[in-house]
Every structure is written in C-alpha cells, then in structure tokens.
C-alpha cells in the first residue's frame, strides 16, 4: 500500500513543484474569500494532482503492470483513494507554511486564511470530489474521465464560490449559530459519517469498476 502512494509522488515531481506555485498564486487570489479561499486551494491542489498521477499512469500503463502482480485489486484502489487524501495534507502543509511565512513577514490580508473551519471545508469539499472522481477515472482512465471531472471541478467550485459571495450577513449568521449549538456528537452524526459512506460507497464502486476493466 505504502509503496503505491508512494509512487503516485514521485512519478509527478515536476507537478509537485508547481504545485507550490499555484499554493502561492492561490494565497494571494483568493484570499478575500477568507477560509473558503484556503478549502478551494486544497482541493485545487488534490484534484491536479490526483489527475496528474491517473495521467502518469495512463502513459506508462502501470495498472497493466500492477495487476500481473500479487496485489490485491481492492489495494490498488484503496491505494488510489489515500493518495488523494495524502495530497491534500501536502497542500495543506504547504499553505499553514505560507501562511506562517506571511503572517511573520506582517503581509495584510484580506481576510484570515487558515482556520479550523477552513480545514473541515476542505476534508468535505475533497472527500465529496475524491467519491465522484475516482470512480470516472478507474473505469474509463485518465483521459476519456478528464472532460466530465472537470465540469465537476469547475461546477463544484463556482457554485461554492457563488454562494459564499451572495450570501448576506444574516443567513451566516444563522449557519454558525445551528452549529454552535451542536454538540459534538451531533457534529458527527452531521459531517463525519455520511462522509464515510460516501466514500465508502464510492469505494466499492471503484472496486467493481476496476475488477472489470480490461487493461
């Protein structure tokens, strides 16, 4: 398993190179959006760099090779499913460091950028794309799944974008105090758990996907 997501970095050193550039970029273009513009970033990050490693794949053919070996399908793809969780935590990492960076270097922003609220925007908005990308790109491959991955993307992001622009002083008002009065088990039931059936369920799609694809 560990070896897998390892491959997946280092077959796109160069992607992970500019991939600091576009944190940076990031930081500085979407910064008026405050903690949203952070979850953006990361899933940004995730999303070309999950696409990066099914390209690198599709041009060297490794899932032919992977599966001539003794390795359990249902590795390679739950393999495929951390990797993208792995790349978040780099972009996650990557963004707390510029940030500390800036924040030392007295840089004013327009709103503050990394935030525990941030943080859970980003694991929902990465694990809702992880559950409906991963399971295009498994069964067609990397480039016939590219067009519809990026009407998800795009479709994903501007409506979020769209909706924390519009949104008036009241209806935020109104989110943070249902969540304030949640406890934390309520929190749970709330975010935690049907993310893990959907990426479960996703999961198991992959999984059938995969185990019928002809490499």
């Known amino acids: 398993m560990l070896h897998l997501i390892k491959k997946d970095i280092l077959i796109q050193k160069k992607n992970m190179l ?8 990031f930081l500085v273009t979407l910064s008026n959006l405050g903690p949203a513009g952070l979850s953006i970033s990361i899933l940004a990050i995730s999303y070309s760099l ?5 390209m690198m794949d599709d041009k060297t053919n490794s ?13 390679i793809v739950l393999s495929k499913y951390i990797s993208v969780f792995v790349f978040a935590l780099y972009a996650t ?11 030392l270097m007295q840089v004013p922003l327009k709103e503050r950028w990394f ?3 941030a943080i859970i925007g980003a694991i929902v908005s990465v694990t809702i794309f992880t559950a409906l990308a991963l399971p295009l790109i498994i069964k067609w491959g990397y480039t016939k799944a590219k ?12 409506g979020v974008t769209m909706i924390i622009s519009n949104m008036d002083y009241y209806s935020t008002t109104a989110i943070m105090e249902f969540f304030s009065v949640r406890s934390t088990i309520e929190m749970l039931v709330l975010t935690l758990i049907p993310l893990i059936l959907l990426i479960v369920i996703s999961y198991l799609i992959s999984l059938k996907f995969y185990s019928n694809r002809e490499f």
Not at 50 to 54: C, I, N, P, T
Not at 147 to 158: A, D, E, G, M, S
Request: aromatic share 16%; hydrophobic share 65%.
């Open 63 to 75: 899932d032919m090779m992977l599966v001539s070996l003794p390795i359990k399908k249902s590795t």
């Open 115 to 117: 935030t525990i609220d």
């Open 147 to 158: 067009l519809p991955n990026f009407i998800i993307f795009f479709t994903f992001v501007i």
């Open 18 to 25: 500019i991939s600091l550039l576009l944190i940076a970029f």
């Open 93 to 103: 990492i990557v963004n707390f460091i510029l940030y500390f960076v800036i924040t």
């Open 50 to 54: 999950a696409l990066g490693a099914s």
